[in-house]
């Protein structure tokens, strides 16, 4: 009897049409590193007296399907996890490309994905319908893999021992690394700096009405959060007289590949915390600003994501 294993995990995504409703094809085969989305639900314990000191049997509680997924940054499968976050994106140029996919923030409406997890050899193929994405964050370092974690929120899982995603299209891997990185402060690049961590967050409103198979009607998006980290070794005043002064910056994080494919983070109106500036010991002195972002008044949004490859439409 097979066991199953990571190694021979498959991941297939679509975008539906009907919320809820998997679509029958149109699937993509996606890469990831791991996964926690499932399906749970819990038992209740009996609260009846009059049987003696063993309990009764347990009644089933309400059925709830979420989790992360941790995914690679790269030029062509990250543009799926982008339009979850933000909705379909602008696209402009001319084939055979490259394309530029604008995604803006604050949009009113979210598609929702169907995304099936396998592992063939016991066989399980589990389909999640109705995956929306509450939140995208990753974070920028000088070494190490790449990696965004993309936290969904699904109506339901259903569990079949042939796939339900026919025969899913292939995507070209051309994954962005930590060396390709850029951030940049108002058009210019920002010094002294560690880590950068970056998290965007739609707050789901979960529709949690009563129905016979126990899923939920939808998830809404609430207001959105664009909130992050930046760890810089303390050599100027630059950021902290921002954060004194209580003015809003641009901040701009991006890769950039040899090939000409790119992916550019621009948050418009950044705001800093006043930090406490520490001395722990003889080394170097670091500093910590724990930042949030808001709509830019001229533009209207708090942020826009860009993504140029080859693709013609996501």
């Not at 309400?62 to 690679?72: S, Y």
């Not at 379909?88 to 929702?112: C, D, I, K, N, Q």
């Not at 009563?210 to 950021?239: N, S």
């Not at 890769?255 to 948050?267: A, D, N, R, V």
Request: glycine share 10%; hydrophobic share 45%.
């Amino acid at each position: 009897m097979a066991r199953a294993q990571g190694a021979r995990a498959l991941m297939a995504l679509a975008f539906e049409t009907t919320y809820g409703t998997p679509p029958a094809s149109g699937y993509t085969r996606m890469p990831f590193a791991s996964t926690t989305l499932g399906a749970e639900q819990p038992l209740l314990n009996s609260e009846l007296l009059g049987y003696g000191r063993d309990p009764l049997a347990p009644i089933k509680d309400a059925l709830t399907a979420d989790g992360d997924m941790v995914v690679p940054i790269d030029a062509n499968a990250f543009g799926f996890w982008l339009k979850g976050a933000f909705g379909a994106p602008t696209t402009t140029g001319t084939a055979p490309g490259p394309y530029s996919h604008e995604f803006r923030s604050g949009g009113w409406v979210l598609p929702s994905m169907a995304i099936e997890v396998a592992m063939p050899e016991v066989p399980r193929f589990a389909m999640y319908a109705g995956c929306v994405v509450d939140q995208l964050s990753f974070q920028m370092q000088r070494a190490g893999l790449l990696t965004a974690t993309a936290r969904l929120v699904a109506q339901g899982e259903a569990l079949a021992a042939t796939t339900g995603a026919a025969t899913p299209a292939a995507l070209d891997l051309l994954r962005f690394g930590h060396f390709n990185g850029m951030v940049t402060r108002n058009g210019t690049a920002l010094g002294n700096l560690v880590t950068a961590e970056v998290t965007y967050a739609n707050n789901l409103d979960r529709i949690e009405t009563i129905r016979a198979d126990g899923r939920i009607d939808g998830a809404d998006p609430g207001m959105a959060a664009l909130t992050g980290r930046m760890e810089v070794r303390f050599a100027d005043q630059v950021l902290a007289n921002q954060a004194i002064a209580g003015d809003a910056c641009e901040i701009e994080l991006g890769w950039t590949l040899p090939s000409g494919e790119s992916l550019t983070f621009t948050i418009h109106a950044v705001y800093l915390p006043r930090p406490r500036i520490e001395v722990p010991g003889p080394q170097g002195i670091q500093a910590t600003f724990d930042w949030q972002a808001a709509v830019d008044p001229v533009l209207g949004r708090m942020c826009t994501v860009t993504l140029v490859n080859e693709r013609e439409t996501y």
